[in-house]
T-cell receptor
Framework: GQNIDQPTEMTATEGAIVQINCTYQTSGFNGLFWYQQHAGEAPTFLSY??LDGLEEKGRFSSFLSRSKGYSYLLLKELQMKDSASYLC?????????????WGLGTSLAVNP | SQTIHQWPATLVQPVGSPLSLECTVE??????LYWYRQAAGRGLQLLFYSVGIGQISSEVPQNLSASRPQDRQFILSSKKLLLSDSGFYLC???????????FGSGTQLSVL
């Protein structure tokens, strides 16, 4: 079947580094997205990985290992404004029916 | 540049009343359009998507319906709301199906 797992909640300190993991099981993997969603707001795109390795974009980096069905989002130099929910979504092409499968999100609290 | 408008931002409706949420996209042609619902503590649930005018795909059976009367307009409707319809409704668009999504600002619907 199709499944995405993320930790429900994480806490970190301002200025620190935090890694949010996402593991997935799909039959037709074709890319993984990370989105950030502040409380009461819409998700906004952070990163996209389709090949193995690390994609760096400023303070945020995203890593993918297709063989392990695993990704992580790395946030460096944490700021209070990084307190949000982080959603992992996998694009699945099983049966030529392309769709996105969403994780439940990881709620990150950044403390001073 | 492309923008997506969704309204209203908040809505409180009694059980059994009708619903109409509207979403419009500017600055692009023939977008793929989506309606998602996000219930408290739960992930993003795809309700409907559309690849073109009059073409609607439903992902979950329910008392909601969607229509696309114009290329960049997507409407979510219900004839009679249920308590379980409460949630955060998000409209989104993408260039290709199941690609990077751009979300509207969302509608917080409370059915009482």
């Amino acid at each position: 079947g199709q499944n995405i797992d993320q930790p429900t909640e994480m806490t970190a300190t301002e200025g620190a580094i935090v890694q949010i993991n996402c593991t997935y099981q799909t039959s037709g993997f074709n890319g993984l997205f990370w989105y950030q969603q502040h409380a009461g707001e819409a998700p906004t795109f952070l990163s996209y990985n389709v090949l193995d390795g690390l994609e760096e974009k400023g303070r945020f980096s995203s890593f993918l290992s297709r063989s392990k069905g695993y990704s992580y989002l790395l946030l460096k130099e944490l700021q209070m404004k990084d307190s949000a929910s982080y959603l992992c979504a996998v694009r699945d092409n099983a049966g030529n029916n392309r769709k996105l499968i969403w994780g439940l999100g990881t709620s990150l609290a950044v403390n001073p | 540049s492309q923008t997506i408008h969704q309204w209203p931002a908040t809505l409180v409706q009694p059980v059994g009343s009708p619903l109409s949420l509207e979403c419009t996209v500017e600055g692009t042609s023939n977008p793929n359009l989506y309606w998602y619902r996000q219930a408290a503590g739960r992930g993003l649930q795809l309700l409907f998507y559309s690849v073109g005018i009059g073409q609607i795909s439903s992902e979950v059976p329910q008392n909601l319906s969607a229509s696309r009367p114009q290329d960049r307009q997507f409407i979510l409707s219900s004839k009679k709301l249920l308590l379980s319809d409460s949630g955060f409704y998000l409209c989104a668009w993408s260039v290709f199906i199941a690609e990077k999504l751009f979300f509207g600002s969302g509608t917080q619907l409370s059915v009482l």
